[in-house]
């Protein structure tokens, strides 16, 4: 079979990577806090590199956009489980934030493929502003993305202990980028339910039109 072989894109070799760093992680999350933690920052971290490399070597793919949402979402997902069984109190929240990015995230995806988008980041006119400045402003979204996993990650090293103080007589580290990180997760879980309504209304007025043009 000729062409190229999109599997073995650049981009897509560094999302296995990923996959692989994230599936480690979670298996020494029970036991190992901090080389689980570690695993998972560089997996998400290289989240930035597979774009920059996709760009840079015009190896972009549907492959690698799908590899890339796949690994976001359920990476998220695993870490807010284990979150779940550390805070046992807290568990219907962190189903709730789960259900909550898997559902905006895939709805709208679908609804960017029915609308005939290249990608789920070009969001049109028609979408909130906030939404649209976060997908078109890279840094932004590259903050808001890290600064959520970030506070995740932050809480799950909390339950381990606070980690060394940040500053003589301060709380520790894990407790003060908890803190700092909150807003971010915050604001990341408000731009999941603009983007969650955003897409119920784009599928919502697709139905319309579709009936509209069947009954004239």
Known sequence: MGGENVFLFV????????????????????????PAAACYGAAALLDAVDGHAARALGQGSRLGAMLDMLTDRLSS?????????????????????????LASHWLHTHCSALQGASSHKDVGGEGHPLLRRYYQCRPLLFALCAGNEGFHCCLYLLHWGEGPAAFPGGPGLARLGLWLLAPLAALKSFLNLLQLGGALRGVAALDAAERAQKSS
């Not at 981009?11 to 901090?34: C, D, E, H, K, Q």
């Not at 695993?78 to 259900?99: D, E, G, I, T, V």
């Open 77 to 101: 997902m695993c870490l807010l489980l284990n979150l779940a069984l550390l805070y046992p109190r807290w568990a219907p929240l962190f189903q709730l934030s789960s259900a909550l990015d």
């Open 11 to 34: 981009p897509n070799l560094i999302g296995y990577a990923r996959i692989l760093l994230a599936a480690v992680s979670f298996w020494l999350m029970p036991t190992r806090p901090g």
